[in-house]
C-alpha cells in the first residue's frame, strides 16, 4: 500500500532535477513531488540552483495531491535543509602542476607508440 501524505504533512524527499520553473523531489513510496518556483523563497528566486544541488535531502511541506503519485510542495516557510550533497574536494599537492608540466610530454609519447603497437 502506497503512504498518502496530507496536506500540511512535512515529508523528506531527494532532490531528483532542477529547472527554470522548479525543483523535482523524490519521496517514499515512487511517489514525487514539485516544488514551484514561487513555492521555494518569500524573496524573489533568481536561480534555483543556490537553493538546492541534485541529490540533496530536504524536507518540504506538502501543499496538494495532484494524483496517486504526485505531489505539490513547498520550502518557503521552512528550515528545509536536512543534507547538502558535497562533491569531493580536490587539495593541491605541495608540487601543484610541476608533475603534469614535467611529464606530459613523456605520457603523450608513452601513450602513441602504445596506440602504434595495437595498428601494427
Avoid: C
Avoid at 500500500?1 to 524527499?13: D, L, P
Avoid at 543556490?50 to 541529490?55: A, H, K, L
Amino acid at each position: 500500500m502506497k503512504h498518502k501524505f496530507q496536506k500540511g504533512m512535512v515529508v523528506t524527499g531527494i532532490v531528483t532535477g532542477i529547472q527554470d520553473y522548479g525543483i523535482f523531489v523524490q519521496l517514499q513510496n515512487s511517489s514525487s513531488g514539485l516544488i514551484h518556483i514561487s513555492e521555494i523563497s518569500k524573496k524573489f528566486v533568481k536561480n534555483i540552483n543556490d537553493y538546492v544541488t541534485i541529490g540533496e535531502v530536504i524536507r518540504a511541506e506538502v501543499l496538494d495531491q495532484v494524483d496517486e503519485n504526485h505531489y505539490q510542495l513547498s520550502i518557503k516557510d521552512l528550515d528545509y535543509r536536512v543534507m547538502k550533497k558535497h562533491g569531493s574536494k580536490i587539495t593541491e599537492t605541495p608540487s601543484g602542476f610541476k608533475n603534469l608540466a614535467l611529464n606530459l610530454e613523456i605520457w603523450v609519447q608513452e601513450k602513441e607508440e602504445e596506440q602504434k603497437k595495437k595498428q601494427n
